[in-house]
Structures are given as C-alpha cells and as structure tokens.
C-alpha cells in the first residue's frame, strides 16, 4: 500500500464528510413498509448503521493524520482505509437497495394501474350490456 501525502488525507477527508452527510440523512420508513419489506428494512438501518459509524472512525482518523504528522506516523494506513472500506461498500449497498425498493414500487404501482383500467373496461362492458337492447332469436 502506498504512503499517504496530505494532499490525500484532504482528498478523503472531503470523501468521508459527503459519506457522512449521506448516511446522516434523516431517513424514515413506515411501519407498514418494514412489516411489508422487513428483510430489506433491517439490511437498510444496518447498512447505515454500520456506514456511518465507519465513517466517523475513518474520518476521524484522517483528520488526526492531516494535522499530526507524530499521529500519522503511528497510525497505519489499514486504520484509515478499513473503515474507509466499510464506509464505501455501505454506501453502494445503500444504492443498491433503495434502486431495488424504488423499482419495486414502480413496478407494483404500473401493476395496479393495470389492474384498475382493467377493471374499469369490465364495468363499462358490464354498463353498455345493460343499456344496449338485445335482440331476440
């Protein structure tokens, strides 16, 4: 693994701050869709979980590096780019997931929409029957 210079310390102490903001975010799943996605719900908040917490330790460690050349010298490389590691596998777990839920629910809504106009060509048969005279055999 090669040395880190400043220049890379900065570089991902700005990729750490953006991965922290992301992981931040205030997100919220109703309890109808974690009783109805209860697997995807549980790999999400841990995913999360586990990315943020990463971060913070990654970043933090590349904050002391950037200004502590004495601390820097004692922290190994793999302290900083473990949890980095972690922290980015998260993120596209994280991307991964809510790609799947989000065409998941595309898919279930266009289903429905299919269902409905269906169901409203029925009934309109069912009216025009009723109102049309039949002619007799």
């Given at each position: 693994?090669?040395?880190?210079?400043?220049?890379?310390?900065?570089?991902?102490?700005?990729?750490?701050?953006?991965?922290?903001?992301?992981?931040?975010?205030?997100?919220?799943?109703?309890?109808?869709?974690?009783?109805?996605?209860?697997?995807?719900?549980?790999?999400?908040t841990?995913?999360?979980?586990v990315?943020?917490?990463?971060?913070?330790?990654?970043?933090?460690?590349t904050?002391?590096?950037?200004?502590?050349?004495?601390?820097?010298?004692?922290?190994?490389?793999?302290?900083?780019?473990?949890?980095?590691?972690?922290?980015?596998?998260?993120?596209?777990?994280?991307?991964?997931?809510?790609?799947?839920?989000?065409?998941?629910?595309?898919?279930?809504?266009?289903?429905?929409?299919?269902?409905h106009?269906?169901?409203?060509?029925?009934?309109?048969?069912?009216?025009?029957?009723?109102?049309?005279?039949?002619?007799?055999?």
């Open positions: 693994m090669r040395e880190l210079d400043a220049n890379d310390l900065g570089l991902l102490l700005s990729v750490y701050a953006v991965l922290l903001l992301a992981f931040a975010a205030n997100f919220h799943l109703s309890a109808g869709a974690v009783r109805q996605h209860r697997r995807a719900a549980i790999l999400f841990a995913a999360n979980f990315g943020e917490v990463s971060t913070v330790v990654a970043l933090l460690l904050w002391v590096a950037l200004w502590s050349p004495r601390a820097w010298e004692r922290i190994d490389n793999l302290l900083v780019f473990i949890p980095g590691s972690m922290a980015i596998t998260c993120a596209v777990v994280l991307t991964f997931v809510s790609v799947w839920a989000r065409s998941r629910r595309i898919v279930e809504e266009l289903e429905e929409d299919r269902r106009q269906t169901q409203q060509k029925h009934q309109h048969r069912k009216e025009l029957a009723q109102h049309t005279p039949h002619e007799a055999h």
